[in-house]
């Protein structure tokens, strides 16, 4: 990488992942934008910086003093910018079009945006070309690009779009994408306890008529040998890692050969309309018809399952002086029978915002309804909420871990080895010496800076639910790092000693300043 200097502005500035990564190669930081307290506290304080520095709100800056280099990591609005084309005098108050504005103001010599991968989903094709486009009428040339931080130096699986762009079409022709690093940061890597060495085990697994190792479906990046490097908390998937209510309490086998026919059962059309269905006692019956009431309440009781009001019977003489809300949710029903399931698939209650259960609650109170079936299903029913406060368990032999987010999750990780020949002793060894034993934790702020690629002593608040909203909302530092080498790389900022050396740059940032003086900016220089 070539050794040079440049300037950059630090928009949507968050704790300083860009200005981390800008700094390391040699980027001057004239100013940054943020207005969070806790990120700006964050953002001086491992800088150096004064506040002063802090631009503030974007939607109320007017201009940016000259430099060679524009970043913002644009928050995730929803992408409703895609409307009518007013100019970039007239359309602000859109987090990106007030970025674009000053990017066309200012006109640095390149820039990079970050953003969720969801602007990149097909639902979202419109917003995306409408930003592209708005780029390209700012007299820049841009791609986008979805990146994994994984491929670039953190053992973490948090998949970005990154759009990077250039004034000069010969530079922007010359930008290379790096390629994926090849000493992958592991979890093992960064864990505080850690100290042990994973060691590639013999392990005999599953083969397929051609001997070849039969392995089960996980999270991208986090196999290892066919064995799942961690265990899922979940009572509506199945798999040799997936932990199961009915596998942490006591429960006979007959108990979990039901809770195995619900499983398999619930996801078929003909037992509903929606993706997982209750089962009623003649369905489980039409499975097995030695199965009993007796058997499902005792699961009831266990709080494995849970009973529900699943259809109900109208009153036609009770049809007087109703609410409009309750007119409307009767209208849906079939004869004179009222299906749950099938008031949660309809659009008109969902656009009219509805609530199906006070509503219910209401017709039975003035006798309109009567219960008519109930069936089971499983108590827990939330997929990212796991069981009993836990969702997911990473091992110490992992890839990575799941992307951190501005909200804790119920993921946890353990320092623990798991030693085993085969699936079901893997799973059995985990329950035992890991999860009965309560031998995992949640990641430490030092983990969390790693796994983000900040150094394990960078400055954060105490207090973990302030800390992890401000690393969860930050930028991957490596992946920034390696795209700012390559856009250096392009020669993008090679005339910059040159400028400085005849003095052009001097000239261009005093005809600037006396710009900005004349129309009221507001940025000092």
Avoid at 262 to 270: E, I, Q, Y
Avoid at 315 to 336: A, M, T
Avoid at 355 to 369: D, Y
């Amino acid at each position: 990488m070539k050794d040079v200097k440049f300037t950059f502005i630090d928009l949507f500035a968050g704790i300083g992942g860009f200005r981390k990564a800008m700094a390391d190669n040699g980027g001057e930081c004239l100013y940054f934008s943020e207005i969070n307290s806790d990120a700006i506290n964050t953002y001086c304080v491992n800088s150096n910086e004064p506040k002063e520095k802090n631009l503030g709100d974007i939607t109320k800056i007017k201009s940016l003093p000259p430099h060679n280099l524009l970043t913002a990591g644009v928050p995730c609005q929803s992408w409703s910018i895609a409307g009518k084309n007013l100019g970039f005098d007239d359309d602000r108050g859109q987090l990106w079009n007030d970025t674009i504005f000053l990017l066309n103001q200012s006109r640095p010599d390149a820039f990079i945006f970050e953003n969720v991968k969801g602007l990149v989903d097909p639902r979202n094709k419109k917003a995306l070309t409408y930003i592209l486009e708005r780029i390209n009428e700012a007299g820049y040339f841009a791609k986008y690009y979805v990146l994994n931080s994984f491929d670039y130096g953190v053992p973490q699986n948090r998949i970005r779009i990154y759009i990077i762009g250039f004034k000069d079409p010969k530079i922007a022709e010359a930008f290379r994408l790096p390629k994926p690093i090849e000493d992958k940061v592991k979890l093992a890597d960064i864990l505080n306890d850690f100290t042990e060495k994973i060691e590639e085990e013999d392990i005999q697994l599953p083969r397929d008529l051609f001997g070849n190792i039969i392995t089960q479906k996980s999270m991208s990046l986090s196999t290892s040998n066919g064995l799942n490097d961690y265990f899922l908390f979940n009572d509506l998937r199945n798999g040799h890692s997936t932990v199961h209510s009915w596998d942490i309490k006591e429960t006979t086998q007959r108990q979990k050969e039901i809770c195995y026919l619900l499983l398999k059962n619930r996801r078929k059309s003909a037992y509903g309309c929606l993706d997982g269905n209750p089962l009623s006692l003649k369905h489980f019956q039409g499975l097995d018809k030695s199965i009993s009431k007796n058997e499902l309440e005792e699961l009831v009781d266990e709080e494995i399952l849970k009973k529900v009001d699943y259809a109900f019977k109208i009153n036609p003489d009770k049809l007087e002086n109703l609410e409009e809300e309750e007119q409307i949710l009767l209208e849906k029903c079939k004869g004179d029978i009222l299906i749950i399931d099938e008031l949660k698939t309809s659009r008109e209650l969902k656009l009219q915002k509805i609530s199906i259960a006070k509503t219910i609650e209401a017709l039975l109170g003035k006798g309109v309804l009567e219960l008519f079936e109930s069936r089971y299903d499983f108590k827990n029913t939330k997929i990212s909420t796991g069981l009993y406060g836990v969702n997911r368990i990473f091992l110490p032999s992992s890839n990575i871990f799941p992307t951190l987010v501005a909200s804790d999750t119920n993921d946890f990780v353990t320092t623990q080895i798991i030693k085993a020949k085969n699936e079901t002793e893997h799973k059995k060894e985990f329950i035992d010496k890991i999860y009965k034993k309560e031998n995992y934790r949640r990641i430490t702020k030092e983990e969390a800076c790693l796994i983000q690629g900040f150094p394990k002593d960078y400055i954060l608040p105490d207090s973990r639910a302030r800390w992890m909203k401000l690393i969860g909302n930050s930028v991957s530092v490596p992946v920034i790092d390696i795209l700012v080498k390559a856009i250096i790389d392009t020669g993008v900022f090679d005339k910059i000693e040159t400028e400085k050396q005849t003095g052009v740059r001097t000239k261009k940032k005093a005809s600037t300043q006396q710009h900005l003086h004349a129309s009221g900016g507001s940025v000092p220089l």
